[in-house]
């Protein structure tokens, strides 16, 4: 297995540059999840890192091999980089049986008969799909045929996986059957990973470690309950989970808590916006989950209207009303429309500059 490290990595198409200066090391048998919307560069640095692109400029290496170096002009191609890349579309030989699919990369590498079998069975044990060894792709399910593919790429032992959306394909429940049955793949072979999603739940679910990334550039890096506790700016808060924002003026910052004056003249107190100037503007996240309704133990009270509700199983989503704002709440609590207090926690909000207007 291999630590995967980027340093400074470039990749430009004409004046659009795709990544920008990205650095990351993801460690010897580590998960990381490389997160962010269509076109924020994931996909783009997963190729470089597989040796599909070619960067611009920057250094990557992986198990302590360099696979780019622009300064030394080094760059190896793919097929020598020894690594597992498994996409969404599956991509099996609809000709082949199973055994034949996970076989080809053997042959590709003229690995010896008796060897190749051996390999084929240990790789669709992994994957639990020796019964299925005779069958086509056509006649296996969606999740069966991505199974597959995992043992077509884990049988002549990469140095690491890649994956790029792979569930994608697949439907709600057998998505999430997937991914814990992805985790517990991962960490029974103990192969470093690099996992490439735009979906927060598998990120989050899946991830030791995730890199969110916006307009080729990682935006955070951290554990998925550092992204999800404290978002590193608006664009992370917003992207992962659902945030409620609340811009206004500074009214004091002292003593580790900020007061927020908000347009409806309703102020807020939280922990938190060192550094900022009284009179200056700041924007406060809050998750639904965090809020409570009748005010509770809470430390700021807002007054709203329940404009809408909607029954979620387990919980009721509300949308409240706030001085013109429409502000979401997630409770255990059946409420009918009308007036409520909102209760804001002092601690479980993050606090940043407010954007510039314009």
């Known amino acids: 297995m291999a630590e995967v490290v980027l340093r400074d990595l470039v990749r430009r198409y004409g004046e659009v540059v795709a990544v920008d200066r990205v650095s ?18 994931k996909s783009t ?86 019964s299925f060894a005779d069958r086509y792709p056509s006649q296996l399910s969606g999740g069966q045929q ?20 792979p569930l994608s394909n697949l439907d709600a429940k057998l998505r999430d059957r997937a991914r814990t049955w992805l985790r517990h793949l991962q960490r029974e072979v103990g192969i470093t990973t690099i996992y490439v999603t735009h979906d927060q739940t598998e990120a989050l ?10 307009k080729g550039r990682i935006a955070q890096l951290g554990t998925p309950h550092e992204i999800y506790e404290r978002p590193a700016d608006p664009f992370v808060a917003d992207f992962i989970g659902t945030s409620n924002f609340f811009t206004g003026e500074v009214m004091e910052q002292a003593s580790g808590r900020l007061v927020l004056r908000l347009a409806d003249e309703q102020t807020i107190t939280v922990e938190g916006g060192d550094g900022m100037a009284r009179g ?10 965090r809020i409570h309704v009748g005010g509770g133990t809470a430390g700021s009270l807002l007054k709203g209207r329940i404009t809408e ?13 706030v001085g013109g704002q429409a502000v ?31």
């Open 205 to 214: 679910s899946l991830s030791d470690r995730i890199a969110v990334m916006s």
């Open 45 to 130: 640095t997963l190729a470089a890192i597989a040796g599909l692109e070619r960067p611009t400029s920057g250094f990557l290496a992986v198990g302590g091999e360099t696979f780019f170096d622009s300064r030394k002009q080094v760059f190896v191609e793919a097929e020598h980089r020894n690594l597992g890349l498994v996409f969404q579309s599956y991509a099996l030989w609809p000709h082949k049986t199973v055994q034949e699919n996970v076989a080809f990369p053997l042959q590709l590498r003229r690995i010896a008969r008796n060897k190749q079998k051996e390999l084929i069975h240990e790789a669709l044990a992994l994957v639990e799909m020796e």
């Open 309 to 321: 509700r909607a029954y979620m199983g387990a919980r009721w989503l509300y949308t409240v009303e």
């Open 24 to 41: 990351l090391t993801v460690a010897d048998r580590e998960f990381v999840t490389l997160l962010g919307p269509s076109g924020c560069g």
């Open 328 to 358: 979401r709440v997630e409770t255990e609590a059946d409420l009918a429309s009308g007036e409520v207090a909102l209760g804001l926690p002092e601690r479980d909000v993050a606090v940043f500059p407010a954007p510039a207007a314009g």
């Open 280 to 289: 200056s503007r700041a924007t406060l996240a809050v998750r639904p989950e």
């Open 146 to 165: 991505q199974r597959v593919a995992l043992a077509r790429t884990l049988v002549y032992k990469p140095k690491v996986l890649l994956l790029d959306e």
